[in-house]
């Protein structure tokens, strides 16, 4: 299929089921899900929605047949296909997981959306900029139920934050400082996968990992490694910042309502592993908002601090790691303050999304973040990539 065919197909399948659900869901409804991409956390994401009462999963499509079966062991009653659209077309499918490389998922979520089903589709929500903004602007004229992959705004943490985020504990905020760090065993490179034996041409779509719509890729031999580890090539991916940055990025956007950010600057390489991977796995990120930045420091050579945030006000520190929150005021100003911990039950990210299915409230993860964690991402990537600080043109929701 032609991209202005695709595209001209989306347009109008969306014209004629905007109106309304193919089957709106009741209270005691069963939800008939499917999913495309059920690839490691594809197949995580199965496995938690079936822990939700009245849910089962009606169809799988995914490009390796590899896959295929694994998700009908977790879903034997599945239906499998290669190609999406077979699935996007059924009458039995209500609603649809989104969990295949970033590169294709503006594709997916377009043609999820004019079919007529309700969507949660994975982080980071869109490839680029300009895909993000469609997105966005989809969603805005649809009625659909849409929830996006950032399950730490579900999060015992992100409640306990939110209680300590006030003027009096926190005064005049000035910084964020998140990280994340890991390390590998010598000889074993983070994020490299192995491909199986069974990743052949014969066994693998190819031409739709490259994809027939939005943000489809130029025909090229097929290739297992590129496949198979994606995540290295910015062609299909943001690498660690779309990876692992956007969680903490949503999460402070949305418990400080701080929106997409001024500017953006970023610095790091590719330091540890020549392997030609393009992304960095050494990153430092200055996202800077009026009279605030928020930064991310991340690599994949050292663990000693693994992952954390901490916000800094005049009067007082939040310090979250893991689930655990701790407030600690700043003395000089607030001297008869004391410490305070915190541990709040969090919600299932996944079973949010499911009762906001039937209740048709917005999930904890709605578009809008979905949105502006991107942009926030991307702005960094781009600020990398040209070794140029990028600022954020609101008018025009662009990154000049």
């Not at 969507?119 to 009625?143: F, G, H, P, V």
């Not at 090539?233 to 969680?247: A, D, K, L, R, Y």
């Not at 050494?282 to 930064?295: K, S």
Request: charged content about 25%.
């Amino acid at each position: 299929m032609e991209r202005r065919e695709f595209l001209k197909g989306v347009g109008m399948a969306a014209a004629a089921t905007a109106a309304s659900y193919r089957r709106v869901l009741g209270a005691n409804d069963r939800i008939r899900l499917g999913i495309i991409g059920p690839g490691s956390r594809g197949q995580e994401l199965m496995k938690e929605a079936l822990k939700a009462p009245d849910v089962e999963f009606a169809g799988v499509a995914d490009a390796f047949s590899l896959r295929q079966r694994q998700a009908l062991q977790i879903a034997p009653a599945a239906r499998a296909c290669f190609d999406y659209r077979e699935l996007l077309d059924r009458k039995d499918v209500d609603a649809v997981f989104v969990a295949t490389p970033l590169h294709l998922h503006a594709e997916h979520f377009l043609a999820t959306v004019a079919a007529g089903k309700v969507l949660y589709c994975e982080k980071t929500m869109a490839w680029s900029i300009e895909q993000a903004r469609k997105l966005r602007d989809a969603a805005r004229t649809s009625n659909r139920v849409i929830g996006i992959g950032l399950q730490h705004v579900s999060g015992g943490a992100f409640f306990d934050v939110k209680e300590f985020l006030t003027p009096q504990n926190m005064g005049k905020i000035t910084k964020v400082r998140c990280w994340l760090n890991r390390n590998t065993r010598h000889g074993e490179p983070q994020w490299y996968r192995k491909p199986p034996a069974e990743c052949t041409a014969e066994n693998v779509r190819w031409d739709l990992f490259l994809g027939a719509g939005e943000g489809a890729r130029n025909r090229q031999p097929f290739d297992a490694h590129r496949f198979y580890n994606w995540r290295f090539f910015w062609e299909f991916s943001g690498g660690n910042v779309t990876e692992n940055m956007v969680h903490q990025m949503a999460f402070w956007q949305k418990a400080m309502g701080l929106g997409i950010p001024l500017a953006a600057s970023m610095t790091g390489g590719v330091y540890l592993w020549k392997d030609g991977r393009e992304v960095p796995d050494t990153i430092d990120v200055a996202l800077e908002y009026p009279d605030m930045t928020w930064v991310w420091n991340a690599g994949f050579g050292n663990m000693h601090e693994p992952f954390g945030d901490e916000v800094l006000g005049t009067d007082g520190t939040i310090v979250k790691k893991g689930d655990g929150v701790r407030y600690y005021p700043e003395k000089i100003n607030r001297p008869d303050a004391a410490e305070q911990a915190a541990r709040s039950q969090g919600v299932n990210h996944v079973a949010n999304w499911l009762e906001c299915l039937r209740t048709r409230k917005e999930p904890n993860a709605s578009v809008e973040l979905g949105y502006s964690s991107a942009v926030a991402c991307h702005m960094a990537n781009t600020a990398y990539r040209e070794k140029r600080r990028v600022v954020w043109d609101p008018v025009k929701e662009v990154a000049a």
